[in-house]
């Protein structure tokens, strides 16, 4: 049971009581926690910040303040080693054990303009006992000097000061004090009112969107690192350029393309994907640059040589023909730089429509981003050099955070990549039951929502369909937010910043949409699923 007083703080940190600037104060502390009773708070190094005449801001604080229910509150401040008072100067002198001489506030004036300061003070706190005149008293303690022997001046009566032959009845000195005047009681609503102004605990959390756009920013400045490839490959016609998942190959794609343009080549930029070519030709829009899927290429090129339908669909083996044809038939058409991205998507075959699609066999540039995961992919480098492609590497994921690259090493073998991304916030495994998916995916979107994370940095992939549906019934809000809902495979060789996987049985016929799917996040990846399906995707079944 605690019989002492209640201390703010409750322990001295040691930094404080090894201060040896703070010894006096370290002393008068312990002897109030010695000599007075549970009825007492007392509250230690209290600063505040308050404001001049003028609307200036000062510091303000006081060494100790000491309150009781019934006796009201005590200003107090501390002073150490010999004290002297000049009053022609109006200063005042402290002096060390060692003789050195130090200025110091008046600290008759520092108690009293803290007395007053903490009754303003206390008096905007809820439920403050406004009607009541509490006793409000300051006074100073000398902790090392032989007591005065009478007044010290008007302002400075014998009363208020505490020294060193006082300090073994400190705890009557403080009710003495307090005594005297008919003011009214404090109360326990005022020693809390004290307690909120002086001792409020907060606690002031760190969105994890804040967190997320920190580990974002250090990856959009590492992302361009990769360009320096760029300068040494500007001399070869033909490169294939070969990295895992976040090394920046798509980036590093649309730079080549746009510096191959702005020389003053007819360049085109191609991958398999509608939706990656939609999102590149995003970024690149007002820029030299053409941008098409393939299957749009070839539908595209057919129908400007006046050899395509409009309506004809495209065909693995029919659109690189018509290509090839179209090309043939309107020599025109041909590009002067052609720069692939996701060459591992493209048939064989196709290289052959893609070559046949250059200006000149021998000075038009081909160039080739693949990723270089073998377990998925295969081995492309021998199949690119077979169109005299020259290989290049890159070796370091500069778009993931290190723990989102460290889930997706389970689906990759080949070529050894090194994460240079900040560690960031590990991955989240969500276990549920397939029933409880679609439900605990939209919680977690809107609970990721509401920790300052824009929707629009947000995706949810599945290779679910039916759940895909339900989740755009489900997060309808989110989605006019910006908040997209895609499945794996069409996210192919695109990213977010946020990205929510609906692991279910599907992702599970192919490796290749593990793979994607994991890498898709920069920052943060959050995967719902049946434990079975987390574990295999977490490699330990």
């Known amino acids: 049971m605690t019989t002492g007083p209640r201390m703010w703080p409750q322990v001295l940190p040691t930094q404080v009581r090894e201060d040896r600037y703070r010894k006096a104060e370290v002393r008068v502390y312990d002897l109030l926690r010695e000599q007075l009773d549970a009825g007492w708070t007392v509250f230690y190094s209290r600063p505040w910040l308050g404001l001049t005449p003028t609307g200036g801001e000062k510091d303000g604080e006081c060494d100790f303040v000491i309150v009781h229910p019934k006796h009201g509150y005590l200003a107090i401040e501390v002073k150490g080693g010999g004290i002297t008072y000049d009053p022609a100067t109006d200063s005042w002198w402290s002096t060390d054990r060692d003789k050195y001489r130090h200025s110091i506030k008046n600290p008759v004036d520092q108690a009293r303009r803290a007395k007053y300061e903490l009754l303003e003070r206390a008096k905007r706190q809820r439920n403050w006992p406004a009607a009541r005149f509490v006793r409000a008293r300051h006074a100073v303690i000398f902790p090392d000097t032989e007591s ?47 307690e909120r102004l002086l001792a409020a605990p907060f606690t002031l959390r760190v969105p994890l969107g804040h967190m ?82 393939f299957p749009r290429l070839c539908t595209q090129m057919g129908l400007q040589a006046g050899i395509a339908n409009a309506s004809a669909a495209f065909s693995s083996d029919g659109g690189p023909e018509l290509l090839l044809d179209a090309v043939t038939q309107e020599p025109s058409l041909r590009f002067d730089a052609i720069v692939v991205d996701e060459a591992q998507d493209f048939k064989p075959h196709w290289w052959v429509a893609l070559d046949s699609a250059l200006t000149d066999a021998t000075s038009s540039r081909l160039h080739a981003f693949y990723d270089t995961n073998q377990r998925v992919y295969g081995e492309l480098t021998g199949q690119l050099a077979s169109f005299a492609m020259i290989p290049v590497r890159l070796s370091r994921n500069l778009r993931n955070t290190r723990a989102i690259h460290s889930a997706t090493t389970h689906f990759y073998t080949g070529l050894p990549v090194i994460a240079d991304g900040p560690d960031g916030v590990e991955v989240q495994w969500v276990e549920c039951s397939t029933e409880e998916v679609a439900k605990t995916v939209a919680n977690l979107a809107q609970d990721l929502c509401r920790q300052a994370i824009n929707p629009g940095e947000v995706v949810i992939l599945s290779e679910d369909f039916r759940l895909l549906q339900q989740l755009q019934e489900k997060i309808k809000g989110l989605l006019d937010r910006g908040l997209a809902v895609s499945s794996v495979r069409n996210f192919k060789g695109l990213e977010r910043k946020v990205v929510i996987l609906a692991a279910t049985k599907e992702l599970a016929d192919e490796v290749e949409l593990a793979y994607v799917a994991l890498s898709r996040a920069r920052v943060l990846l959050s995967v719902v699923g049946e434990p079975v399906i987390l574990s295999w995707l977490q490699g330990r079944t």
């Open 148 to 194: 005065p022997p009478r007044n010290l001046g008007a302002d400075k009566p014998r009363e208020l000061f505490c020294c060193r032959s006082d300090l073994s009845k400190l705890g009557a000195w403080v009710l003495t004090r307090l005594s005297g005047g008919q003011e009214d009681e404090l109360g326990s609503e005022g020693v809390q009112a004290f």
């Open 212 to 293: 997320l756009t920190d580990d974002e920013q250090q990856i959009q400045c590492l992302t361009p690192q990769q360009f320096h490839i760029l300068d040494s490959i500007a001399h070869l016609p033909r490169v294939a350029i070969g990295g895992g998942a976040g090394t920046g190959k798509t980036i590093v794609a649309m730079e080549d393309a746009l510096r191959l343009a702005e020389a003053g080549s007819r360049t085109l930029l191609t991958c398999l994907s509608d939706e990656l070519a939609a999102d590149l030709r995003g970024h690149l829009c007002d820029k030299p640059v053409e941008v098409m899927s």
